[in-house]
C-alpha cells in the first residue's frame, strides 16, 4: 500500500546499512529521494536498485543538506518522511501511519512524532533516558525545515501542529565500534563550537521533549568542565538505571554518555587555550 509520502535520505557510504533502510519503506511510500555526498561504495548502486532518485551535493551537516532537498526537489507527495540510511520503519509503525493519515485533518496537523528504538552492538538500548525519545520525522510538504545547525539540529514546525505516533522506528548501525568511536569525535568537535556559541547565547528554536533537554544541556554547561562529563554518566548509567542495558548498555552509556562528553570538554578548552595565545 503506497502512502502519499516521499522518503528524504542522506547518505555518505552506506552500503552496510542502506539496503535494510529501503527494504523498510519501499511498499509504504510514493518516492525515495537519496542526497549523497560522494559515496566511494556502493551507495547510490543500491539506491538504484530499489527506485529511489539520486541527487549528488557536497555535505556541510545534515539540516543543510535536507533544507537543500526540500528547497531544491519537486516533491509531489503531500508528505515528507525524513531518515537517516542506519534507522528502519517497522511495520506497527506503517499499519499505525496508513490508518492515521486518512483520519488526519489537513488543516491542523502537519507532523508526527515518531518513538526511536536504538540498538547497539545488537542489543536494544532501553534505559539511561534513551528510550522513549521522540523525533519530528513525518512532516506536510511545507510546513516544517530544520533549524540551521551544525549538530543536534531537530525539525521545527512553521505552521499547524504535532502528534505522536504509538509505535517506533529503528535505529541501529550495522557499523564496527571503530567507525562509531570516529563518528562520536567527528561529532565532538562540532559539538564543542555549538557549545562554545550557546554559553553567550542561549536560544530555544524548538520545543517539546528537544526543546526540554536543550534546556537541560544549557543547564549542564553551567557545571565544571571535565567533572560534569563523569556526573553524567553516573546519573545516565545509576540513577536512570543504564546498568540494566547489560554490557553492551555500559560501553554505549560510557563511550556516548562520559568519553563523548569529556572530548567535547577538552576541545572547548584547548580553543579558550588557543584563543589566549593568539
Request: glycine share 6%; charged share 30%.
Amino acid at each position: 500500500m503506497k502512502l502519499p509520502i516521499t522518503a528524504i535520505i542522506l547518505t555518505y557510504n552506506e552500503e552496510i546499512n542502506l539496503p535494510h533502510c529501503l527494504e523498510s519503506i519501499k511498499d509504504w511510500v510514493s518516492e525515495i529521494l537519496v542526497v549523497d555526498s560522494g559515496s566511494a561504495d556502493r551507495t547510490r548502486e543500491i539506491a538504484k536498485k530499489y527506485g529511489a532518485k539520486i541527487y549528488e551535493r557536497q555535505f556541510k551537516n545534515q539540516a543543510d543538506q535536507f533544507n537543500w532537498a526540500v528547497d531544491n526537489v519537486k516533491i509531489k507527495t503531500d508528505w515528507i518522511l525524513r531518515l537517516d540510511a542506519d534507522e528502519r520503519m517497522t511495520e506497527k509503525l506503517w499499519a499505525e501511519l496508513a490508518g492515521t493519515l486518512t483520519r488526519t485533518n489537513a488543516g491542523e496537523v502537519t507532523g508526527f512524532y515518531m518513538k526511536r528504538r536504538v540498538y547497539f552492538m545488537g542489543r536494544w538500548i532501553k534505559h539511561g533516558g534513551y528510550y522513549p525519545t521522540w523525533f519530528l520525522r513525518l512532516v506536510r510538504k511545507g510546513a516544517a525545515r530544520y533549524e540551521e545547525r551544525s549538530v543536534d539540529e531537530h525539525m521545527v514546525l512553521l505552521r499547524g501542529r504535532a502528534q505522536k505516533l504509538e509505535h517506533d522506528f529503528v535505529d541501529e548501525n550495522k557499523k564496527d565500534l571503530s567507525w562509531w568511536t570516529k563518528k562520536q569525535n567527528n561529532y565532538s568537535t562540532r559539538e564543542a563550537g555549538e557549545r562554545l556559541k550557546q554559553v553567550s547565547s542561549i536560544k530555544y528554536q524548538v520545543s517539546g521533549q528537544a526543546g526540554r533537554k536543550r534546556k537541560l544541556k544549557s543547564l549542564y554547561l553551567i557545571l565544571p568542565l571535565f567533572g560534569r562529563a563523569f556526573g553524567y554518566f553516573i546519573y545516565r548509567y545509576i540513577f536512570r538505571f543504564g546498568f540494566l542495558d547489560g554490557r553492551e548498555g555500559l560501553i554505549f552509556h560510557f563511550l556516548q554518555g562520559c568519553w563523548h562528553q569529556f572530548l567535547i570538554d577538552a576541545k572547548m578548552y584547548e580553543n579558550r587555550i588557543r584563543n589566549k595565545e593568539l
